[in-house]
């Protein structure tokens, strides 16, 4: 019997009698990185809407007392605004998302193509 072999079926049978395995940890922690991104995200996300309802507000009745603190306002909000926009524009479309689709329309298109002249070429002979 292999002493490699040997380690990694005591190594999966300690795992399966209710100890924590390696990879149960290291999930774990990736899963707590993974819940704190996301809690950020949604931070993120709520404090974006705030300004974006603030600045439809401002817009919708501009204070008449003072124009100049109130336009500073009205650019900075919308700065605010065009960022929140970029972003959630950046992680809904990014590349992460589309390579799977993009290497898959270049493999069966491309397969498609070399089919097609294939058939085409036994139709003329």
């Known amino acids: ?21 390696e ?25 974006g809407i705030a300004n974006l309802m603030q600045l439809q507000q401002i817009e919708a009745a501009p204070p008449a007392a003072d124009r100049q603190g109130a336009a500073q306002e009205i650019a900075r909000l919308q700065e605010a605004a065009d960022a929140f926009e970029l972003e959630l524009v950046n992680r809904v479309v990014s590349w992460q998302h589309l390579q799977e689709p993009f290497w898959q329309a270049v493999r069966f298109g491309g397969l498609g193509i070399v089919v097609g002249w294939l058939l085409a070429w036994l139709a003329r002979g």
Do not use: C, P, Y
């Not at 899963?31 to 709520?46: S, T």
């Open 23 to 47: 990879d149960a940890e290291v999930s774990l922690a990736d899963l707590m990185h993974q819940l704190d991104g996301l809690e950020g995200r949604l931070r993120q996300l709520k404090t």
């Open 1 to 21: 019997m292999n002493l490699g072999h040997r380690r990694k079926r005591h190594h999966s049978q300690r795992g399966s009698l209710g100890g924590i395995s």
